[in-house]
């Protein structure tokens, strides 16, 4: 690249700065296969994964920067990704509803799931996969305890759960992400006390992803649909 | 071409760490336009459609409800803000947040509606805007990693090379998907068909002001005279 020789420290060695200019290939073609993908798209739920694929090209370029900065760009880049294909979910959920004309299932399923486990051991798994997950924190407790939550609601879904419990699962993320971003502020504003910011943020991460993951069996409501 | 003769005098700066925000009479006249329309915004009520029946004296009305007219007002002022803020800010990743969050709240305005066309083109704007979000975040990456720096009062100095134009290329295409303007506002513009009018046309407001403040950042990158 013409006129980065100024800007890139000695330090740097040239093999990452040569790097820059594929990466940037690599995230266009991405982007490119993507769109392909939802020119030839089968259905609305297809094109919505495909559309995931082009916001991480758009990752790819953004990191290929690779610097702090950089690092500090990817990650409000991809939770306006996460929004965006909620939001986006949101939509195509609404609209199924609308055609249908009968309200859905909490957790809709392709097949009649009456197997012994679901009615005996709920409790007892989802509690032991929370608790480890809350030992864990961070991203990975936030996927087991997330894992907790999705079998505890899918086995009480065979036998019937009100549908506020899993509003109020939505209700604890909002909160989480409050949880975040104090923790987040706290490392700018009081440096001194990272500790308490690091232990904040780690448990808002972990109960976002949590209830994250929750929700993503019920995206699939439209592929289940289908197969009916 | 610099930022005196673009948009007037700067009157001063609130350097705020490596964010720094400055205002001009530009800046400061659209932050305003922004900020008086949302309050005019939160004040009002929505609008009841009422259509006449073919064969009878009886009149349909097509009314919002109250859960439904609060979400809305919620957005639309956040939609408000999103958009005063990204008049004012002078650093280009946050504009193009900015742009994205506006982009967002769009499609919260329209989810809740009921009629299937309406849901049908929300979705098919939101597909737009989502891929557009690739040479949105990937321009104004382009032009960080070309120039070192994302301050817009540092980029009204720097060289303007190839790679710089490149960059301000593709965040115009991404300025272009994601407020939905030419080529792609067939889809937004169905999304207007519900009722809940005042709500709605700040829909259109925002994508007009991004517009905008995005061209003029465009020529203070660039600098083609």
Redesign the interface.
Known sequence: MTGAEVLVPNVVSPLVVSIYKPAIVVGLLTGFIALLGIAFKKGDLTALILTDLVGLAMLVIVAAVATDLAEALVLPGLVVELAEILAIGEILMSREMRKTEKPVGLIPLPLSLDMEILDTAPAFLAIILVVHGCFLTGFTGGAVAGVGILFYVLSKTIRGVPTHIWEGIAGISGMAWVLWLVGFLLFFVAPQYWLLGLFLSACGIMVKVASKVGLIGVMGREEFKREK | MDIATLSGQVFGYIPLGDIVLYFTPFNLFLFGGALLFTLLIALSNTETQVEARFGSLEDREVKVDIGEFKIRRFLAIVCGLATAGAMITGDL?NFT?FA??I??VN??L???V???DV??S??QY??I???S??P???G???V?????T?SILELANS?V?P?VTFGSMLLLMGIAGETGVAPFYATKAEMFRTPGSPFLVIIHLSSLLVIVRAIEILLIINKPF
């Open positions: 990743f947040l994205a969050l982009g967002i499609l919260g329209v989810a809740a009921k009629m299937v849901l049908d929300a979705f939101g597909i805007a989502m891929i979000s690739l949105l975040f990937g104004a990456a382009i960080l990693a070309t120039t070192g994302l060289t090379t790679m």
